[in-house]
Antibody, heavy 116, light 112 residues
Framework: QVQLVESGGGLVKPGGSLRLSCAASGFTFSDYWMSWVRQAPGKGLECVSYMSNSGNTIYYADSVKGRFTISRDNAKNSLYLQMDSLRADDTAVYYC?????????WGRGTLVTVSS | DIVMTQSPDSLAVSLGERATINCKSSQSVLKSSNNKNYLAWYQQKPGQPPKLLIYWASIRGSGVPDRFSGSGSGTDFTLTISSLQAEDVAVYYCQQYYSAYTFGQGTKLEIK
């Protein structure tokens, strides 16, 4: 069965960095586009980034452009999100999703808290 | 960016009654080359990740009960729950994937 497991979240100070990981299993990872979607506490959903299966197509929301970097390692069935220059408004649960192009599978998320 | 606007923001419906949620996009999400609407609906229960309900505007996801249906085309879409069950209490989101991905603000569905 398809599984997506995020890790790497935690508490970080404003201006700090974190690297999120998503371990995928149960499908041929290299065949699928993948995305990161976040949800601030009590708020709605925002797609912050996605990447094509080959890595040739990358999207960033304006809110994270220049600060976040998405990457993937198809040999390790893993998706990553490098988050730099973190701000308080980046506080959210970050979900890894499989994009087909709709998000048909979601991980359980990892919480990122940016606070001094 | 395509802006997605849902209505209402919240909705209370009696058990067994019909629930209807609307979603409007700021521009058409119908691609003429394949005649597909790039529109999905998700259900999110407290403490859980969203779950895909509907894609291509009207196709039910795997294992989704047939009381859930999606309709509409172009810029106006509807999610209908034909007979509300207690387990349907959740927040519902529409999403366009025609140009990047954007979500509506969500509609909270409760039991009356």
């Amino acid at each position: 069965q398809v599984q997506l497991v995020e890790s790497g979240g935690g508490l970080v100070k404003p201006g700090g960095s974190l690297r999120l990981s998503c371990a995928a299993s149960g499908f041929t990872f290299s065949d699928y586009w993948m995305s990161w979607v976040r949800q601030a506490p009590g708020k709605g959903l925002e797609c912050v980034s996605y990447m094509s299966n080959s890595g040739n197509t990358i999207y960033y929301a304006d809110s994270v452009k220049g600060r976040f970097t998405i990457s993937r390692d198809n040999a390790k069935n893993s998706l990553y999100l490098q988050m730099d220059s973190l701000r308080a408004d980046d506080t959210a649960v970050y979900y890894c999703t499989r994009a087909t192009p709709e998000s048909d599978y979601w991980g359980r998320g990892t919480l990122v808290t940016v606070s001094s | 960016d395509i802006v997605m606007t849902q209505s209402p923001d919240s909705l209370a419906v009696s058990l067994g009654e019909r629930a209807t949620i609307n979603c409007k996009s700021s521009q058409s999400v119908l691609k003429s080359s394949n005649n597909k609407n790039y529109l999905a609906w998700y259900q999110q229960k407290p403490g859980q990740p969203p779950k895909l309900l509907i894609y291509w505007a009207s196709i039910r996801g795997s294992g989704v009960p047939d009381r859930f249906s999606g309709s509409g085309s172009g810029t106006d879409f509807t999610l209908t729950i034909s007979s509300l069950q207690a387990e349907d209490v959740a927040v519902y989101y529409c999403q366009q994937y025609y140009s990047a991905y954007t979500f509506g603000q969500g509609t909270k569905l409760e039991i009356k």
